[in-house]
């Protein structure tokens, strides 16, 4: 009899956006906020030793908080 060791691997998104009280994204010589840098590299530290977890994207909302987003359809 023959068993398979087989490992799940799951296929996740990063999203990030930046909090109301990060205004520095307005700076033109940014690239990102603040915020989103640091939400990012939570999530990267986060994940690093998740070994069953893969990124596959990452979305950002650099610009839109939750008090300044209009949904859109």
């Given at each position: 009899?023959?068993?398979?060791?087989?490992?799940?691997?799951?296929?996740?998104?990063?999203?990030?956006?930046?909090?109301?009280?990060?205004?520095?994204?307005?700076?033109?010589?940014?690239?990102?906020?603040?915020?989103?840098?640091?939400?990012?590299?939570l999530i990267k530290d986060f994940?690093?030793d998740k070994e069953d977890i893969?990124?596959?994207?990452?979305?950002?909302?650099?610009?839109?908080?939750?008090?300044?987003?209009?949904?859109?359809?």
């Amino acid at each position: 009899m023959v068993l398979y060791d087989y490992q799940k691997i799951y296929h996740a998104a990063i999203y990030v956006r930046l909090s109301k009280e990060d205004g520095d994204v307005k700076d033109a010589a940014k690239a990102e906020s603040n915020s989103i840098s640091n939400q990012k590299n939570l999530i990267k530290d986060f994940l690093k030793d998740k070994e069953d977890i893969v990124v596959v994207s990452e979305r950002v909302d650099d610009g839109y908080s939750g008090s300044n987003f209009v949904e859109v359809r």
